[in-house]
């Protein structure tokens, strides 16, 4: 299967932050990666689709990269309401799905 | 509105077998894939297994393969998730999802952009 690896696994920011997670694939994934945000006791919500597709209804300050096995998921000024937790998702290999392990965006 | 309601989650013994269904609403089902994704306390998000819209293809985590077995009723636009000897580690929030996908130059990128609220499965004696 094709790990997801995810880092940091948590950080603290404060609002209007620049803030960047980094999400790198085991082998090679092309464009294959979305990006998730969930917070406490709710579900997840799709953010970034095919690497750097925003999601429609999702705020432009969301914006995602990369291509091969390295990504990123930048939010340009923080806003009280991104604290959550991020998760990215290789749909390459679609008999095994896989997800990042998560990074927490906390308060500072 | 599209909207997905997963239901059938519950107290179940170790080796126990329970079925989890998610209700459709609000998009034409029998033309989309659908996944269920679970979650255990306090720790990230893990697919468990996918459906083609016809029902034809199926797809499975090895951590399940042999005991989950996914299906859908396209004409009760309902998925189905049969779970069978389950295990302690089976106990998660169980989420069900609606696949999409992305065409761009003849590649075709799936996502998962609509998600029910979940339904909490508990595997204790």
């Known amino acids: 299967d094709i790990q997801m690896t995810q880092s940091p696994s948590s950080l603290s920011a404060s609002v209007g932050d620049r803030v960047t997670i980094t999400c790198r694939a085991s082998?090679?994934?092309?464009?294959?990666l979305n990006w998730y945000q969930q917070k406490p006791g709710k579900a997840p919500k799709l953010l970034i689709y095919?690497?750097?597709n925003l999601q429609s209804g999702v705020p432009s300050r969301f914006s995602g990269s990369g291509s091969g096995t390295d990504f990123t998921l930048t939010i340009s000024s923080l806003q009280p309401e991104d604290f959550a937790t991020y998760y990215c998702?290789?749909?390459?290999?679609?008999?095994?799905?896989?997800f990042g392990g998560g990074t927490k965006v906390e308060i500072k | 509105e599209v909207q997905l309601l997963e239901s059938g989650g519950g107290l179940v013994q170790p080796g126990g077998s329970l079925r989890l269904s998610c209700a459709a609403s609000?998009?034409?089902?029998?033309?989309?894939?659908m996944s269920w994704v679970r979650q255990a306390p306090g720790k990230g998000l893990e697919w468990v297994s996918s459906?083609?819209?016809?029902?034809?293809?199926?797809y499975y985590a090895d951590s399940v393969k042999g005991r989950f077995t996914i299906s859908r009723d396209n004409s009760k636009n309902t998925l189905y998730l049969q779970m069978n000897s389950l295990r302690a580690e089976d106990t998660a929030v169980y989420y069900c999802?609606?696949?999409?996908?992305?065409?761009?130059?003849?590649?075709?990128?799936?996502?998962?952009?609509?998600w029910g609220k979940g339904t909490t499965v508990t595997v204790s004696s």
């Open positions: 999802a609606k696949d999409s996908k992305f065409t761009i130059f003849g590649v075709v990128f799936y996502y998962m952009d609509v």
């Open positions: 609000g998009f034409t089902f029998s033309s989309y894939a």
């Open positions: 459906i083609s819209g016809s029902g034809s293809s199926t």
């Open positions: 082998q090679i994934i092309s464009s294959y």
């Open positions: 095919a690497a750097s």
């Open positions: 998702q290789q749909s390459f290999s679609t008999l095994a799905l896989t």
